[in-house]
């Protein structure tokens, strides 16, 4: 008996089988009405968000070029009743760069040693567990109740010497505090782009460097955080975002004052100990539901921290793209 020999196809007709089937199923034509209704309401709502976010990011701009002078980045606010007679915004632009500088130096060195010890070691595994809710938990709370938690710890005598005291009465508003508690606001990111990075490294690549000597410790100094670079950076540049974006730490732990107000005379680590303000509180006491109301300026200075923000983005963006262009590890 012959075999059976199937009859080739029609010409332009493409061959049944496993790939055809699987076009035929990935057809949104051939999916049920609820499933269409679905994904016409995703579709719907990712370009609502897009126009949302262009809508923002247009408007500030618009809004604040009309506003914004080169002289308000050197000109610090003074008290005054017309738009020139009340200066700009220097003192907000160097508090936000002095806090942002603070909390990174805290929360990347951190957030890097944490994630390794969970990704690598994670003994006692009890221990570590606890670790990791305990920084899921951070993330997950609101900054003013960390605010509030850091008005109670940098008010204590003990800590008297990172901020402003009088008389044995310990402020503890400064920008040491504020530094400090916005670092707890960066920490999780970090701490979660890091131990991506790490995870994403072969076992194989750990045998190999164990098989020629290596301890882990040199391991992990010399082969994996050197590899997990591009993702530890795109995480310090995610919590330097969130950093620069908080209000409510720098209301509380701050002062929110309009001009800084230095322990010392001569800037330096005395200034660290006074008060100050950031571009977050600048916008904010100058909104028309403000104190101050003065909209031109809140324009003027959202103008300026939404460059930094869109700045921060390109950056991630940048690092996603020549990490991906250095290729990826395969198991």
């Known amino acids: ?89 220097s003192d907000a632009l160097l508090g936000t760069l002095i806090v942002a500088t603070l909390g990174s130096l805290i929360a990347v060195p951190v957030g890097v040693g944490v994630a390794v010890w969970l990704t690598e070691y994670g003994r006692p595994s009890t221990l570590a567990r606890i670790v990791e809710s305990t920084i899921e938990a951070i993330a997950g709370i609101p900054s003013i109740v960390l605010a509030l938690f850091g008005t109670l710890i940098f008010s204590s005598a003990a800590l008297g010497f990172l901020s402003r005291t009088s008389e044995g009465v310990v402020f503890g508003r400064s920008f040491f505090a504020a530094g ?60 330097l975002g969130r950093i620069i974006g908080d209000t409510a730490i720098i209301v509380v732990l701050l002062g929110a004052t309009q001009n800084f107000g230095p322990v010392g005379e001569t ?38 921290l939404l460059l930094l923000v869109l700045l921060l983005n390109a950056v991630v963006d940048i690092i996603h793209r020549r990490a991906r262009k250095g290729g990826t590890w395969s198991s």
Not at 193 to 209: C, D, F, K, W, Y
Not at 292 to 301: G, M
């Open 1 to 89: 008996m012959g075999a059976n020999v199937a009859a080739p196809p029609p010409p332009g007709q493409a061959a049944p089988g496993p790939a055809a089937d699987r076009g035929a199923a990935d057809t949104s034509a051939a999916w049920r009405l609820s499933d269409r209704i679905g994904l016409a309401l995703c579709w719907a709502f990712g370009l609502l968000f897009c126009a949302i976010a262009i809508a923002i990011v247009v408007y500030l701009l618009v809004k604040g070029i009309q506003y914004v002078r080169p002289a308000m980045l050197w000109t610090p606010a003074k008290q005054g009743f017309s738009e020139a007679e009340s200066g700009g915004f």
């Open 267 to 304: 800037f330096g680590l005395q200034w660290l100990r006074g008060t100050g303000t950031t571009l977050t509180n600048f916008v904010y006491a100058n909104s028309p539901t403000g104190d101050l109301n003065r909209p031109e300026k809140a324009y003027a200075a959202a103008f300026v």
């Open 180 to 239: 400090a508690m916005l670092s707890l606001v960066a920490l999780p990111l970090v701490v979660a782009s890091t131990r991506e990075g790490l995870q994403a490294i072969p076992q194989h690549v750990r045998e190999a460097s164990y098989a020629v000597g290596k301890t882990k410790a040199a391991t992990t100094r010399r082969i994996l955080l050197p590899t997990a670079r591009p993702q530890v950076a795109t995480g310090a540049v995610l919590g």
